[in-house]
């Protein structure tokens, strides 16, 4: 069945990963991406983010609901792995600071596959004081 | 508080993320690191894969419970991130195939802090089926 | 934005609930569905049970990963309204006798959104003992 | 053991699933029901809707605490099915708009059984935007 | 409303927690309990257990559903207690080493509001090695 | 390996369950312990009441990132206990009214086993109406 070509999962972690000090070397072609920040105890915030992000860098069509389905799914994934069995943050106490990276492509060589995408997460999670956090991630991916 | 000097965290994503025909440059200091693989449908053996992989590599030292249990807890949330939700695997029909990566080190800067250890997970999960898969990704943090 | 013209996650509830000495009068134009019924302690089966069934009425391609994932997300939306929070059946000392219904369609007006699918369960979860159970129902929809 | 008689919870289903331009055609005897409609991001309110319903129109009495006790329970469970996994609706950006039904009977054939009590929901769930949503059920039963 | 007279499951936590080498003095009157212990690394049996016991001992009539279903859910809760946010024992690679105590009472001034039953487990929960374990507790309550 | 020498969950459930007109007799030497009470329907505020009695009796230093974090963790188990499968409180229209016990203490005969902390939590939840509650409990136990 499907043969994976490209794997955008991989690709948005590099891009959530990489930083202006400390680049990563990636060489990716045939994909739409976009990366951005977002700092919050609210995690209402974080897929308000992400989404407009997405729209705005024309990732997906945001007059299209299955569009909009199909990446919120893989917000909603990418924030329980950085959330680790609940989504609360403010609820229980705790803020992120996150780096998003999103990337739509073709990853599967039979081409009825189609377009899917990826949203990466990678930061720090932790108690609502400066440096009491430690590192956190997540990917989700969907067929959109 | 405790600024952050190292990051476990995004080393051990990057060590998952390497691969040979794709590697990733990365220069960490003072961290001690292994990498493995695991492909199941039972996460039990995810589980059973990392400890053994980290207590052979000196990791951390198996006769101290303590050591086990930061470990055991960094795995189930970087299982979480892969499974997103619910842990079971087989119990719904799917499987995966991982690139693992265990780092230990002292992250910040503060030596009060002590080693922390990071679990970080790389690969697909789907269908029992060549092909019906879609990348997945977990990390957990712990200190130790 | 996406404008609802047919429901096909009722379509699929109300399929599942009819029955042959209780039947539902339904009436349902441009959309394919197929029904089964499932008995087991085993939430594998019923992902099994349900994706035999959409792929050999000809629901979804089971050629085609994006439509496989497509319902195999539908159909764990629908077994966590039956098990409402654990996955377990046998795990927690339970059974569940389903009857269950898959559905595809064009629900919203604009023809962009395209097809999506509603998977339903209807029947009852408990103990291994006849009649020590009750009613249990979900529902699943996804964009395909 | 308890074989059943009367199927509260489809009966609770078809009530949440009936609608006056789209009526089901039911019957059922010697049980006592209500319906109603709650739209918000909160879940908070759709329980207080339904608690309200449910005391209002005699369902159970709200000066008893093992009736408010089952009822509860029961409308968490029916919640779970709309949710899918985590509560949380504007704490993920989403929202419903529900139509809800409370019956209340005997379904067993054994009288020492007692009375129990069915929740369904049916209406939709997605982004807070019109149209940009789609269908979701749950189910809830308890003792009382 | 219903204001408590008697804590059955502050007395069921206390029978859990009590051991013949160090008793914890305790007088509950108007109660029905019973303790048992059960060492496993399969939920399943936990279940089981305390049913057998719960049943050979009087506490709840096996033959009517809405008793043993009352006692599941007070079950369920307490494991949940134990395993905090995922049911599962083996499946993760871990085992519990319980005792438990089943307590039925009628907690409440108010004689409408009937009796109740409590289930409290306290133990062992770790690796499958003797040592490599921690504490654990639950307690689960509900109407009968 | 690690073999039990103090039970310092145990101790923390003691220490939770006594009361001034109900006490409990209690020995435990080598521990540091303290107790405390919070009444709230926001879960937040029980990990910041734990956490600021906690660090004001010395039992963890508030400097150090790492016994937050240990700290946290624990408090996050117990907190599961009393929740049982979701931590929201208001958001489900829920209550608590709980009494806290942290004990932190060497329960392994390994001296290398080093400093553990247990959080005991139990008390009531219900409905925001007084005497619409029952009991729940729960412990955490962490290597700090
Ligand atoms: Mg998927
Ligand atoms: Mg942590
Ligand atoms: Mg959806
Ligand atoms: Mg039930
Ligand atoms: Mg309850
Ligand atoms: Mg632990």
Known sequence: MAQQEQRI???????????????????QKNVKSCVGKVG????QKIVAAIETAAKSNGL???NVYREVHALYHAIL???QGVTRGHLQLSGIL???????AVVRGAPYRNKEEGDWIAVALYGTIGAPIKGSEHESA????NHI
Request: glycine residues 12%; charged residues 20%; hydrophobic residues 45%.
């Open 40 to 43: 919050t105890m609210d995690s």
């Open 94 to 100: 705790r803020t992120v600071g996150l780096r998003f």
């Open 9 to 27: 999962g991989r690709y948005a972690l590099l891009l959530a990963l990489s930083e202006e000090n400390d680049p990563i070397v990636m060489d």
């Open 77 to 79: 994934e990418a924030i």
């Open 138 to 141: 997540g990917l989700g991916i």
């Open 60 to 62: 997906i069509n945001g």
